[in-house]
Each structure stands twice: as C-alpha cells, then as structure tokens.
Nanobody, 116 residues
Framework: QVQFVESGGGLVQPGGSLRLSCAASVRTFRYANMGWYRQAPGKERELVASITAGFTQNYADSVKGRFTVSRDNYVNTMYLQMNSLKLEDTAVYYC??????????WGQGTQVTVSS
C-alpha cells in the first residue's frame, strides 16, 4: 500500500525558511521519480520541485533559486528546503511520485503559511 506522509510545515514570516519532509512507503522508492506539489486556496495543485531516481532536480520558475529538493533512499524520505519564502508560497504542500500515482495516493499534506 502506497502512503505519503508530509511534515514540517508551519507559519513563517516573509523571507523565512522551512524544511519539509516526505516519508514514502513506496517499496521501490529508490527507483521512483519524486515530486513536491502544492495547492493554494482556489487554485489547482501544481508541481513545484522534482527529483529523479538519478537525483536530477527540476523546479518551477516560481521557486527556482529558493527551494532545494533532496532525497535519502536509505530512509525512503524526500525533503524540500524552502528559503526566502514569499506570501505567494502559502499553500498545502504534498509529495508523490512524478507523475503521481493517482488520486487515491495523496496524503494529508502539510500547511505552509507565509504571513507577516
């Protein structure tokens, strides 16, 4: 059974930092291309960062230079280091494979709120 558990969100001021974690119960995690997604109120879920099984990283233009995605295959965990946070980064952040495994595989997400 596939399961993703996100953690590390919170309330932070503009310019601040947060580090998100994603614990993945995917048996073949080390071979999976993974992604961080976010969904802001009233908007569709979007892919913001991805990391391939070969550790190649890609970022949405909106977060490039501020976010860093990484993974630890020994503990089946992916991370998202978010620096220089902006108001528009406020969203619920989710992890999944890239592309996702389907609508039934999304976790609860972790809320990131950037506010002064």
């Amino acid at each position: 059974q596939v399961q993703f558990v996100e953690s590390g969100g919170g309330l932070v001021q503009p310019g601040g930092s947060l580090r998100l974690s994603c614990a993945a119960s995917v048996r073949t995690f080390r071979y999976a291309n993974m992604g961080w997604y976010r969904q802001a109120p009233g908007k569709e879920r979007e892919l913001v960062a991805s990391i391939t099984a070969g550790f190649t990283q890609n970022y949405a233009d909106s977060v490039k230079g501020r976010f860093t995605v990484s993974r630890d295959n020994y503990v089946n965990t992916m991370y998202l280091q978010m620096n220089s946070l902006k108001l528009e980064d406020t969203a619920v952040y989710y992890c999944n494979t890239n592309p996702s495994l389907g609508t039934t595989t999304w976790g609860q997400g972790t809320q990131v709120t950037v506010s002064s």
